[in-house]
């Protein structure tokens, strides 16, 4: 492991979950101009495009490789138990706040949502968390840009995540519905700066942290969605106050023993949306959720009772750099970016 991701563990390329840098806010409150000039269209890269390289990601991400996903130093780290909390059946009530509690109502959100696990250009493992989408090819699948690459050429195979494998309704190192590796993907153009000069914080806190994906068929031929199901995606203005429902596999618990959760269980945060003082572009709503939690769903007008509600936004960051009310999670709000990405994706086959 590279000493910068020992040194600085809140740091994106440390957690590639979420940007909770703190020493690189002052460059994130005020967007670089290169950030703000630069035109926006479509990056995208392959990912396990024969049946080789599919086998071999299957293969490669077994249970505990799973469960140590994010890990600072997996070598050392004790494969996290079981989280045993029992299932409940009965629906949530609507609208009921919810600061950050393990997701036991099942519904749709169970089957839609996954823990997207990732290799780093260093060959350490993360995780981020993703969601399948309608879509007319039904392999889409929506995510966090920094869960796919830094800043910097996007031909450089060093800028993007390696091993990219979707587990959707992931639990305590299972595969419930199997495992999907990912054909291509694809991010903002806005990532493409010279890290020289632009960082990933700057690109994602100015708004441009959504991504997408495509995912290969299953082991059997099926289609992603076949197997899931898939959510409402929508591209619309936030409104102050609006009830927001959000999702995640956050894992901090690997690297700190007090923390909270250790990814092996989805989990849940609701309540009223409001935007974020110091970086505009995003959303959010209170919520303990942190690394890992990256890229997982904000929904609009998410039904308790069917688990099924429209995705508005994606994860990006914290009060820690968006500013704002301790324990926020803020998310980017799906706009024209996420809608030529989104458009993107949907026209591509597996």
Known sequence: MSATRRAHPRGLS?????????????????????VAAEPDSVTSHAGATTAQERGRIDAYWTAERMKLAGALVPE????????????????LPPNTPDPGAVWTHGGAVDRSVGRLFFTFSDGYDGSCTATVVN??????VVTAAHCLRGVGAPAADDTWRHNLYFVPGYRNGTKPLGGFSINSMATSSRWDADPAGTTSNDVALAGYDSAVLVANPSAAGRRLADVTGSQRIAFTEPA?????????YPKDRLNDPSAK?????????AGPDRPAPKA??????????????????????FDTRTGAGTVVGVTTTTEDLAGGQPGT????????????????????SA
Do not use: K
């Not at 957690?15 to 002052?26: E, I, R, V, Y």
């Not at 996290?80 to 409940?88: G, H, L």
């Not at 102050?240 to 995640?248: K, L, N, V, Y």
């Not at 999670?329 to 591509?348: E, I, V």
């Open 240 to 248: 102050a106050g609006e009830f927001i429902h959000t999702f995640g």
């Open 261 to 269: 959760y250790a990814g092996s269980r989805m989990i849940h945060c």
């Open 76 to 91: 050392i780290t004790p494969v996290p138990e079981d989280d045993t909390t029992p299932d409940d059946p009965r629906p």
């Open 280 to 301: 505009p572009p995003l959303w959010g709503e209170s919520c303990d959720m942190s690394h890992g939690a990256s890229g997982g769903p904000h929904f609009a007008r």
């Open 329 to 348: 999670l803020y998310a980017t709000r799906f706009g024209d970016s996420a809608h030529r990405l989104y458009n993107w994706a949907q026209a591509r």
């Open 135 to 140: 879509s007319a090819n039904r392999s889409t």
């Open 14 to 34: 440390a957690a590639g979950a979420l940007l909770l840098s703190a020493t690189t806010a002052a460059a994130v409150l005020l967007p670089t101009a290169a």
